[in-house]
């Protein structure tokens, strides 16, 4: 029996309602200013042409059934005569027809490069304000979620743009022309007959498409589901090897999938029923208008013609009219599926710079941490009341068993979160009274777990200071004892590392942070488990490497292994948030407590290993 695990629904995936008409008009305000960019003329001459082309576009289409009508009464009232004015105005529709095709193609050509430039903004935003955000937010948040939201949000903008200029002010303006027409021509009462079928349809969408919305909004959170599921199982893929539970995720996505088709199923009854029910309006509004069309010819009060005119200007109708609840659903399901989007925009970073914030002053790099209090959660606290001095140009250590909160320390430094009481500074300087860009550029980290993008091992090492040379990044790969790997490869600095770097091992990855860091040259030095992947000889390698580059600058040391930290200035032995023991390694050793103990053990564990080979 195959075992199968659900998933509580996440807060990001509960049922929320819809934006109402006062969100949407924000939404429509927000996107709008994006077609009137300030300063740029061509861009604004642009709008102004694609809005001239919309009206003269409406204006030739009215024409159409009018030079119609026209022809037919010519060729009824004189059926004999040459066709000398039935044949001008036959080609003079032709050239009307075409006319209308060029300005609404024309049109599209014109605005192109307004609507592309206003998506590209939209998109540089997104991702602006979600690199802007927290690192507690995208710890909260699950990948496949994300960007399923970013995509779809950014094509209802895409919709907002397209379909509110070209078709929702289009449609409203040929049914006030169409209207008009009709009045002139056959008098009040079928403007009238036409009017009322066109608000009844209108009023019809509208509402129906508002209940169909619950039906959408449904699909939309369990299509997210499957899809996070699926990008999480991908993203893990050797933990789903490792422990052979393929199947099991298989399941788990199964299990989601099942729960969008009911949902997508719900959806499709709904929009039957929708187009069944706009279906029967448009045809009882079209015979009840042409049976009041077909009464004015027999009683003598219309032409041949007009009914011509009538029956052209309903099928003409028609097409918008389709057109209009067609756009109108667009126009919902983007505005939902901007809503998650929007969202995410509205978004409050828990870490801000403070109003006229300077940059960080480079000195010496001294690093003090002053009665630092920690936690992720209030429920559990993870550092209590650490203090702690790095004179700048020294090197600090800290030490202790997992999960002591060393590591934290670290996103302390690099300000991923501030500290719940306490101070921490870098040459007196308030870590929240500098800016983040300027602290961040004074500090290089080799991270545990080094992450890499999917490119080439060059532009993994260039990533640290992007505008370096070649030579430069071929010197910090060598320094980071990378060239000879590099060398054996057969293509060289070129070879693509794979997703989060999957192609390396987690030596070759440490290696390459380490370069990464070497290119970047900061003042203050962070070695989170830098070594931690490496065999014992690479180590003793990179350690001559690390030796020399953090050489002069501030450097702190996290450690699990203790042979990487026996050179350093001071070891902090931390536990469960405290910091139990300080000093060298020598004066530790001969404390005799918590550090020699620690010593000892891994002393042993690393002689029964070589023994063992």
Request: glycine content about 8%.
């Amino acid at each position: 029996m195959q075992i199968r695990w659900s998933l509580p629904r996440k807060p990001d995936q509960r049922r929320e309602p819809g934006l109402g008409w006062r969100d949407q008009l924000a939404v429509v305000g927000r996107v709008l200013p994006l077609l009137w960019p300030k300063g740029k003329v061509e861009l604004k001459l642009r709008v102004v042409s694609a809005v001239a082309l919309i009206f003269v576009a409406k204006l030739v289409n009215v024409l159409l059934p009018i030079v119609y009508k026209r022809i037919v009464d010519a060729l009824t009232a004189h059926p004999g005569a040459v066709l000398t004015v039935p044949l001008i105005l036959i080609l003079g529709y032709g050239v009307i027809r075409v006319a209308s095709s060029a300005t609404t193609e024309l049109r599209d050509m014109i605005f192109a490069k307004v609507q592309e430039r206003a998506l590209r903004l939209i998109s540089l935003n997104v991702l602006d304000h979600l690199h802007e955000l927290s690192l507690r937010f995208h710890l909260d948040r699950q990948t496949g979620g994300l960007s399923r939201a970013i995509e779809r949000g950014t094509e209802g903008v895409e919709s907002l743009l397209t379909y509110l200029l070209f078709n929702i002010a289009p449609i409203f303006l040929e049914l006030v022309l169409v209207t008009g027409v009709i009045w002139h021509y056959l008098g009040f009462g079928l403007a009238g007959a036409t009017f009322v079928v066109i608000i009844g349809y209108a009023g019809y969408t509208a509402a129906a498409t508002t209940w169909r919305m619950k039906y959408r909004r449904e699909m939309n959170a369990q299509d997210r589901e499957a899809n996070t599921r699926a990008i999480d199982s991908l993203l893990n893929f050797e933990t789903v090897k490792y422990f052979g539970n393929e199947q099991h995720e298989i399941d788990r996505f199964d299990e989601a999938k099942q729960d969008y088709v009911r949902a997508a199923i719900a959806n499709q009854r709904s929009l039957s029923l929708f187009n069944i029910g706009q279906s029967g309006i448009l045809s009882v509004g079209i015979v009840a208008v042409m049976v009041l069309a077909a009464y004015g010819v027999t009683s003598g009060r219309m032409t041949l013609g007009d009914f011509i005119m009538v029956n052209a200007y309903l099928l003409q109708l028609y097409q918008p009219l389709n057109m209009l609840s067609w756009v109108w659903r667009i126009l919902r399901q983007a505005f939902t599926d901007i809503e998650q989007m929007y969202g995410l925009l509205a978004e409050q970073s828990e870490i801000e710079d403070r109003p006229g914030a300077p940059a960080l002053s480079r000195g010496p790099g001294r690093v003090v941490f002053g009665h630092v209090d920690f936690a992720y959660d209030p429920r559990r606290p993870i550092l209590n009341g650490i203090s702690f001095e790095i004179p700048g140009g020294r090197t600090l250590a800290i030490v202790g068993p997992t999960g002591g909160g060393k590591s934290t320390i670290a996103r302390l430094l690099f300000r991923f979160y501030d500290p719940k009481a306490g101070a921490i500074t870098i040459d007196g300087q308030n870590l929240r009274d500098v800016t983040q860009a300027s602290l961040r550029s004074a500090m290089g980290v080799v991270p545990q777990d080094t992450v890499l993008f999917n490119d080439s091992i060059y532009y993994n090492i260039a990533y640290g200071r992007p505008e370096a040379s070649e030579e430069e990044v071929r010197d910090a790969a060598r320094r980071a004892q990378l060239s000879d790997f590099i060398a054996k490869l057969p293509d060289g600095y070129a070879t693509r590392v794979g997703e989060r770097g999957l192609k390396l091992s987690g030596g070759e990855k440490q290696r390459v942070a380490i370069a990464r860091v070497i290119l970047k040259n900061p003042n203050i030095l962070i070695f989170d488990e830098a070594t931690s992947s490496l065999d014992s000889h690479t180590e003793h390698e990179i350690q001559a490497s690390l030796h020399e580059l953090s050489a002069r600058r501030t450097t702190l040391i996290i450690a699990h292994r203790l042979s990487t930290v026996v050179d350093a200035d001071e070891i902090l032995v931390l536990d469960d948030g405290v910091i139990v023991e300080r000093g060298t390694h020598a004066a530790l050793l001969a404390r005799g407590a918590t550090y020699a103990a620690m010593w000892d053990r891994q002393q042993r564990a690393e002689r029964l290993g070589e023994a063992a080979e």
